[in-house]
């Protein structure tokens, strides 16, 4: 099978919560399209974070420090 995009990753990841939240899904077929969306969101978060580091360095430019906070921040999460 060939790689997958990230746009095709993140619509399969979709179609299983879609498959897992129907109620005549047998529990067996539940747990491996749980599985299956577990390692999918595992893979997507690292692929987020490659390219958050990549547009930091375009966003920042190759002198910037890596102990420096980034001007920008995609992914941050306010609490």
Request: glycine share 6%; no cysteine.
């Given at each position: 099978?060939?790689?997958k995009n990230f746009e095709e990753r993140?619509?399969?990841l979709e179609a299983?919560?879609?498959k897992i939240r129907r109620s005549d899904i047998p529990l067996d077929d539940a747990l491996a399209a749980f599985e299956e969306?577990?390692?999918l969101a595992r893979a997507l978060?690292?692929?987020l974070s490659k390219i958050?580091?990549?547009i930091e360095i375009?966003?920042?430019g190759p002198d910037a420090?890596?102990?420096?906070?980034?001007?920008?921040?995609l992914f941050t999460t306010e609490e």
């Open positions: 099978m060939a790689t993140l619509e399969r299983l919560g879609d969306g577990i390692k978060e690292k692929d958050e580091s990549r375009l966003m920042n420090k890596e102990d420096e906070k980034p001007e920008l921040d």
